[in-house]
């Protein structure tokens, strides 16, 4: 039997009238298109022998109906959900190097031969994340590879539920990196009220500038978000500005 077969139901208009008598009414071939079907259309009355019977108002019964989690089975799941930190030791070959000592995201960077070029590796990354590293690290003032994957995640079409997933699952140095990537999409108000726990916070972390890495606060990092240098710093090209942002200002949507 085809769609087209399948998906064919005949509606009776058949009833009992006020003194309990049987009255034949009309009865119509109604077709469901097969794309409905293919997508996970039900009916909702009882068809019996592909006939639907119907009440003393003579409305039809048999309706078509999409069910909720038949329309959630088919949304596709984020490609960054997928994605899960790596947390393994460094292996013995690399495990002496300052710059993988100095943050366990590169034990995979380095170990695997992966690239925070593409956005899976560039999510990884800043999901692995231990040391909240700024643009330019070491002696010859190179980039680093968190500015990088920033970078690489504030390009896609998707950024904003990104880092909204980083900020949820990622450590302290990975929701700061979320923090300063929502800074740019997020309208002023809503933002100022997301960052003001972490700029209240007082826990440790450890930040990489130039050939300096020192102890600091998650506090500390958040209030140079605020204030537009650290990420307008990681972003250079891509940000919306260096300003400071401030309560008082006009609110603004991100883009």
Request: include cysteine.
């Amino acid at each position: 039997m085809d769609a087209n077969e399948s998906g064919r139901v005949v509606v009776a208009t058949d009833r009992v009238d006020g003194c309990g008598q049987f009255r034949p009414g009309r009865r119509r071939s109604v077709l469901l298109s097969a794309p409905r079907l293919a997508a996970g259309w039900v009916l909702s009355a009882a068809v019996v022998g592909g006939v639907a019977a119907e009440g003393p108002a003579t409305r039809p019964v048999a309706t078509a109906t999409r069910p909720a989690a038949a329309a959630a089975a088919t949304r596709p799941v984020a490609w960054h959900r997928a994605i899960e930190p790596r947390t393994e030791p460094a292996p013995p070959e690399i495990a002496d190097d300052p710059v993988v000592a100095s943050d366990p995201a590169y034990v995979w960077l380095f170990a695997s031969g992966e690239t925070v070029e593409t956005r899976e590796g560039a999510f990884r990354f800043l999901l692995s994340a231990r040391v909240f590293t700024y643009q330019l690290v070491g002696g010859g003032a190179a980039r680093s590879e968190h500015s990088r994957a920033f970078a690489v995640l504030f390009r896609q079409p998707d950024a904003k539920a990104a880092f909204l997933d980083l900020l949820e699952r990622g450590n302290d140095a990975g929701k700061l990196y979320a923090l300063c990537g929502l800074r740019e999409f997020e309208e002023t108000f809503a933002f100022l009220r997301r960052i003001e726990p972490y700029r209240a916070s007082k826990a440790e972390i450890t930040t990489h500038y130039g050939c300096l890495t020192r102890a600091s606060t998650v506090g500390w990092v958040a209030s140079g978000i605020v204030g537009g240098g650290t990420g307008y710093e990681l972003l250079h090209p891509y940000a919306r500005s260096g300003a400071p942002l401030r309560a008082e200002e006009k609110p603004r949507g991100g883009r």
